[in-house]
């Protein structure tokens, strides 16, 4: 088990270095659709379903509980709090906001497991393909626990396809920067159809469906993607200069001069009733 | 601290920021309907995740110089719109119009197609 283990760690670092030429060799390439290479986001940053306009244009089908919850999100912002985004503090977007590729991401394929390697705050994701099933005792965590099915949907002899179901996922998480709200309970399940554009193999579909108890239905959307032919890379370590502090629930801003400064008009000093007054 | 240091220059601006280029958190604590703009020096350009940051430092109508922190967009983004580490360095003059802070506060945002040296050259190239 270990040294299986350490052969797929060497295996990804091999095709990590190699590039995405290589990123596909662990597969037969003629049996499997060409996904190598760097996939960057169509479409604007800073929604969920970036075919619409952000905030209320989203038109998640919220149930009337968690519309009222991003009601009261969106009057915080009105007034010029910062609203409910965990990503401030440095949290993992997590599914299935991650989708949503802020940066670009890579897609490696091996026999068991494919990998979704994403730029943005070096988010991973893990989908295996070996058959197995959700497992019962896992820890939840931002990414999830996914399971994925290459499928040839045409009868052709070649995956055209590939399903992932992804589950076990961890708060907080929202589904984009507005604060647009998943349920507290963290029970989303989360459905993805990624394809080839049959026209262009250079254009990424992933149609994404979220069931989750704070909607009356599951949402899909449509995240499109294309190949970038001349890649670049940039590494995106979130803890390295995150300016944004939370202290007592109110959110603050390091300044200039590395002290807080407040968000809005009439905001609170922290309470330092932990601190000896007047000490240097 | 450099003697060059030039006067707050806070006007309603007329731009647009380039508001798709920042939003990966939420940039709801800066006021993007009221863009103001700010000429100073630059103190320190830290070209960092999850977001670069500038600080530049203005002095005001009272002659009093204070240090703005202005937060970019991620480096990946930033990157792939021409702009690098090396693109500012200490000591230089800039004219860069920003979203800021509701609170009042010397903070906000920018984009780095809103910043231009003193003598009208932008940093970033126009796409």
Known sequence: MLLRGMLSSIALAAVMIAGPVAAQQGVDPGKYPNMAGQW??????GSFDNTKPPGRGQQAPLTPEYQAIFE???AEVAVGKSGDDPVHTCIPEGMPRAMSLVLPMEVVITPNTTYILMEYLSMLRRIYTDGRSFPTDEEPSWMGYSIGKWIDEDGDGRFDVFEVETRNLKNPRTFDPSGLPLHKDAETVVKERFYLD???PDILYDQITTFDHALTKPWTIVRTMRREKKPIWVESICSEGNVHVVIGGEHY???GDDLLIPFYKG????DLKHFQQGAK | MKSQVLALSVSAALLAMGGAALAHHSFAMFDAAHPIEISGTVKEFKFVSPHTLLTVTVKG???VAKDWILEGGAPGLQVRDGMTSKSLKPGDEIVVTINPLHSGAEGGSYAPMQV???DGRPVVAPK
């Open chain 2, 116 to 118: 231009k040296f003193k």
């Open chain 1, 40 to 45: 960057i986001r169509v479409g604007p940053p």
């Open chain 1, 72 to 74: 009261a999100n969106l």
């Open chain 2, 61 to 63: 109508a009272d002659g």
């Open chain 1, 253 to 255: 801003m390091l300044g």
């Open chain 1, 267 to 270: 905001q609170p000093a922290p």
């Open chain 1, 198 to 200: 049959k026209a262009n």
